[in-house]
T-cell receptor
Framework: GAGVSQSPSNKVTEKGKDVELRCDPI?????LYWYRQSLGQGLEFLIY????????KSGLPSDRFSAERTGGSVSTLTIQRTQQEDSAVYLC????????????FGPGTRLTVT | GENVEQHPSTLSVQEGDSAVIKCTYS??????FPWYKQELGKRPQLIID?????GEKKDQRIAVTLNKTAKHFSLHITETQPEDSAVYFC??????????FGAGTRLFVKA
């Protein structure tokens, strides 16, 4: 079946603009995660959804970052007033449920802020 | 806050040798420890995981050990092959609410 998909695959934006990143999880997966991966670095946890609710937003780096998930499926990560330090690959993952299940990652969105 | 430290950051081995990657975690409530492999330009994929009620788990050439007292877990790859070359990430999770990843180990297997 289809895996996790993300769009766009690449996004170049000017500093100060807002961007929206989209994630389509695997059908039936109730848990959804967003991570940020800077060049050559590890995976930085941003936010986690169980269904439509986000019990843990502690990883969001600033109030310029927000995320929502509607209908328990598609999620969007919004970055307002982008800064150059926001440049990174943003990875989405989904899992069958919360509680220690394998996370299936999407291909990521490479964001470049000029 | 929660933290996962991973060592070494880079590891180079000869084909056929073993490779060991070590991680420590800070949150004693962590109960699930997955390992992901990320090949260049690709997405991370789970290769093995271990839960806190188990001390060791093996899958062919890959094994993971867990020491809950020391809050330490390790990945062991035996008989390494060039296709094992990748970045490996350890992670620790508490009930799945949040997964904290280590910084990654870049493994080079020389033919």
């Amino acid at each position: 079946g289809a895996g996790v998909s993300q769009s766009p695959s690449n996004k170049v934006t000017e500093k100060g603009k807002d961007v929206e990143l989209r994630c389509d999880p695997i059908s039936g997966h109730t848990a959804l995660y967003w991570y940020r991966q800077s060049l050559g670095q590890g995976l930085e946890f941003l936010i986690y959804f169980q269904g439509n609710s986000a019990p843990d937003k502690s990883g969001l780096p600033s109030d310029r970052f927000s995320a929502e998930r509607t209908g328990g499926s598609v999620s969007t990560l919004t970055i307002q007033r982008t800064q150059q330090e926001d440049s990174a690959v943003y990875l989405c993952a989904s899992s069958w449920n919360q509680g220690n299940y394998e996370q299936y990652f999407g291909p990521g969105t490479r964001l470049t802020v000029t | 806050g929660e933290n996962v430290e991973q060592h070494p950051s880079t590891l180079s081995v000869q084909e056929g040798d073993s490779a060991v990657i070590k991680c420590t975690y800070s949150d004693s409530a962590s109960n699930y420890f997955p390992w992901y492999k990320q090949e260049l330009g690709k997405r991370p994929q789970l290769i093995i995981d271990i839960r806190s009620n188990v001390g060791e788990k093996k899958d062919q050439r890959i094994a993971v050990t867990l020491n809950k007292t020391a809050k330490h877990f390790s990945l062991h790859i035996t008989e390494t092959q060039p296709e094992d070359s990748a970045v490996y990430f350890c992670a620790a999770s508490t009930g799945g609410f949040k997964t904290i990843f280590g910084a990654g180990t870049r493994l080079f297997v020389k033919a």
